[in-house]
């Protein structure tokens, strides 16, 4: 039965790779957690399962926090007035906002 189980779920598999769930744990604190798996194998016949769980919850913090301060400086670039641009260690303009174009 165990096998057969473990057939249908791995040959139909819901994420490939590594799988990113968001769940409660004992405390009932949300935590992000990845998750990656492998079957075990003799031959064509499986005998286990292996897997690595981590808690990536700060990672998914930082990633969220990283993604929000990009956006409020794209906003801020954008929308600005005066004439705004980046450039690289060259001196090399990289990317300007419309009143820089103008």
């Not at 769940?23 to 949300?30: I, K, L, P, V």
């Not at 075990?40 to 913090?61: A, P, V």
């Amino acid at each position: 039965m165990f096998e057969e189980r473990v057939r249908k779920i791995f040959l139909k598999p819901a994420c490939r790779g590594a799988c990113r769930r968001r769940r409660n744990n004992r405390r009932g604190e949300r935590k992000w957690g990845e998750a990656t798996t492998r079957l075990i194998r003799d031959g064509d016949k499986i005998i286990g399962i292996q897997g690595i769980f981590r808690d990536i919850t700060e990672r998914m913090r930082l990633e969220k926090e990283l993604k929000e301060s990009e956006e409020k400086y794209r906003d801020l670039f954008e929308n600005a007035k005066d004439a705004m641009y980046t450039q690289d260690l060259e001196g090399r303009i990289i990317t300007m906002n419309m009143p820089g174009l103008k």
